[in-house]
């Protein structure tokens, strides 16, 4: 038997070397970008591969002793590109139908696969094309080979392996925060919302909140907010004095949260928190000299080009208001006309468009709105699947803007099945589906796409790289109290510049659920701070899905330590830049810079309910850097043109080498 095994092995050495030898031949490991052909299209494929064997999809079984029979039953079909896909939509492989299965638990097997994509990765060349459909049958070969060792394998097909690492920040913040917010102070608002009873933090020196109508406490002693120092992971309790539930937000062109709408006696405020230093003692402040027009209940706030607020939506408020105030709130009619049953029109999507205008979306329709003459510009076709917005639970996000910054592209992922909120269905599966658009396009379609696994409630995170990081929620269910069930913990890692079919990649799953009311943050040092999610009316500790307090930190694979050669540190860079502006960047990185140093502009959003509202990125415009004596890196930067490609404010900047971004330095932008 030892020498069958040994017999196969040398067979499968002279397979992979003769491929190996085809591929290079074709030009496959040349240069093209980043990484060469071969490696970038061999990494896709595996992340599309096993996401099946990490989600269940797949029928695994392992029985005696080896060698071991692996059936794998794909739900969809895995595209190549665009001429060369699997077709049938439900191919059932098993490993019978390869001749070299029998050596897939072999540990000389893996190292040879290993060896090759080793060699693979030091092929260093000039760019070519790799388009050949017998050479990627070559290639398909190898990666099945490869992922087949990986779903066979004991040690790396367990969870942490899959990329990106989790960490505890904290293990009781005292509040459970539904809306969070990073200020440029790097601390992070943290607001919950009153009406509760008690939270587990008190607001401390004689304090009391006193409200005869308090549907819990009359005289509420607790914080229902706080400020987190990321510095020192200590927390100090906020001050808010009216009903914060299901609320709105923005960050202000000074850096300034503001906050708007709520429930009760909150249904008309406008709150402001002006942050300061981490040991600083700023705190809330509700407006007294003016409110909201309409009360706002799971309203949207998006700042615009000149530093104003647009406030639109909320639950019976088919309107839209500014603040600063202008002349009262006007109607608008596609929320109401988007209404359903189960209402669906709840907390739009809001992306200002770098045009000037608004992509609005709500339920399963999405309009370009000129709110200078409060005109419907495009109407755009509806999206497939069924209602995205509150209570359906979806998400959204603009991909980063770049170039000419004239095209806008907006992703919409996720939802529960329509009905799911009126029967209170707990166990019906989420939407897996995601809708791509060009907003910007002279004839614009939805592009369907979908995710490893369906979900409602998750978050759509902008990371500094460009790519889109989702995470937080549930596979069944809708959004509301108590009503959806089967947490989805495994985050998923959308990459916008792959070809449909390889941009979904899955990663390292989290412990604790992140149900409704969970929030999702970039930090400064790319990290993606997670807190909240309190499915219940009050605090409730002892359910399915308890209060949540524990704030946690995901650090996608760009943060890991093989990687850290590659991460720049920001030397010089302006506090203040204009519109338009030059200006330079200096930086240092441990390894030789390859290829262009991107220098990205990330805002902080008000993050609530699934969606990051205002959350931005845009790439500026660089010139290649060369190290000068003292091996700094000098990366001349123009600041975007206008206010509709980024509104004035606080910007985390970021220099980005290879996929790896520094940490932050915040970034004044102004007119």
Same mark, same amino acid.
């Given at each position: ?347 739009? #999507?809001?992306?200002?468009? $770098?045009? &000037?205008?608004? !992509?609005?979306?709500? =339920? ?6 000129? +709110? ?121 890692? #959308?990459?916008?510049?792959? $070809?449909? &079919?390889?941009? !979904?990649?899955?990663? =390292? ?6 149900? +409704? ?155």
């Amino acid at each position: 038997m030892k020498d069958q095994y040994m017999k196969r092995e040398e067979t499968l050495r002279w397979q992979v070397d003769g491929s190996f030898e085809k591929l290079q031949n074709s030009g496959a490991f040349e240069r093209d970008g980043e990484t060469s052909v071969f490696i970038r299209t061999s990494k896709a494929i595996v992340d599309t591969l096993a996401k099946h064997w990490t989600t269940t999809r797949a029928d695994t079984s392992f029985t005696g002793d080896p060698p071991y029979t692996v059936a794998v039953e794909f739900q969809r079909p895995i595209t190549l590109n665009s001429s060369h896909a699997f077709d049938d939509q439900r191919s059932t492989f098993h490993s019978a139908d390869f001749s070299l299965a029998d050596t897939l638990q072999s540990p000389l097997l893996y190292f040879v696969v290993l060896k090759l994509l080793l060699k693979c990765s030091n092929e260093i060349h000039h760019s070519s094309v790799f388009t050949s459909p017998v050479l990627l049958m070559d290639c398909l070969h190898l990666f099945l080979l490869f992922t087949f060792t990986f779903a066979c394998s004991s040690t790396i097909s367990t969870r942490a392996d899959l990329p990106g690492t989790w960490e505890l920040v904290l293990a009781d913040a005292g509040i459970s925060s539904m809306h969070t917010a990073v200020t440029r102070f790097n601390t992070v608002v943290l607001l919950d919302r009153t009406n509760i009873g008690p939270s587990r933090k008190m607001l401390g020196r004689g304090r009391c909140r006193l409200d005869r109508n308090d549907r819990a406490l009359k005289r509420d002693c607790y914080a229902h907010s706080a400020i987190l120092d990321l510095q020192t992971n200590q927390i100090r309790p906020l001050m808010i004095l009216t009903d914060t539930w299901c609320s709105s937000g923005q960050i202000l062109a000074d850096g300034t949260v503001l906050q708007t709408g709520g429930d009760l006696d909150g249904y008309k405020k406008i709150r402001k928190f002006s942050p300061c230093e981490a040991n600083g003692l700023c705190d809330w402040v509700e407006l007294d000299d003016v409110e909201l027009v309409n009360g706002r209940w799971y309203g949207t706030d998006q700042i615009l080009p000149d530093g104003s607020v647009i406030i639109l939506g909320g639950k019976g408020a088919n309107t839209v208001e500014y603040y600063p105030p202008r002349n009262g709130a006007v109607s608008f009619p596609f929320l109401a006309d988007v209404e359903d049953k189960q209402m669906d029109n709840l907390y739009p #999507y809001v992306h200002l468009l $770098p045009n &000037g205008h608004l !992509f609005i979306f709500a =339920n399963d329709k999405a309009v370009m709105y000129d +709110y200078e003459t409060n005109k419907i510009a495009r109407e755009y076709p509806p999206l497939d699947g069924g209602p995205r917005n509150y209570p359906s639970a979806g998400s959204s996000a603009m991909l980063a803007l770049e170039g000419d910054f004239a095209t806008a592209v907006i992703v919409v992922c996720g939802g529960a099945q329509f009905g799911a909120f009126i029967q209170r269905s707990t166990d019906t599966p989420a939407h897996g589906s995601c809708g791509r658009i060009i907003a910007t396009s002279a004839d614009p379609t939805w592009e369907m796409e979908d995710m490893p696994f369906g979900r409602i409630m998750g978050d759509m995170v902008m990371l500094p790289t460009g790519d889109v990081l989702i995470i937080n929620g549930a596979q069944a269910g809708t959004q509301g109290f108590e009503m959806a069930s089967n947490p989805c913990l495994f985050p998923v890692l #959308y990459r916008p510049t792959q $070809p449909a &079919g390889l941009r !979904f990649m899955t990663l =390292n799953p989290g412990t604790i659920p992140r149900m +409704y009311h969970s929030t999702a943050n970039l930090l400064p040092d790319g990290r993606v701070l997670i807190a909240g999610s309190n499915p219940h009316y009050f605090y409730k500790f002892n359910a399915e899905f308890p209060t949540e307090l524990r704030i946690e930190a995901f650090s996608p694979e760009y943060l890991s330590s093989d990687r850290a050669n590659l991460r720049p540190v920001i030397e010089e860079i302006p506090e203040t830049v204009r519109y338009g502006e030059a200006f330079d960047v200096f930086v240092t990185v441990p390894l030789p810079v390859v290829g262009i140093l991107e220098v990205n502009l990330g805002n902080a959003p008000f993050a609530t309910h699934s969606f990051q509202q205002g959350q931005r990125l845009v790439k500026i415009t660089v010139t290649p850097s060369v190290p000068d004596a003292n091996g700094r890196y000098r990366v001349g930067c123009t600041a975007p043109p206008n206010g509709a490609v980024a509104p004035p404010g606080y910007y985390m900047a970021f220099v980005v080498n290879q996929g790896v971004p520094s940490v932050a330095r915040w970034v004044h932008l102004i007119a």
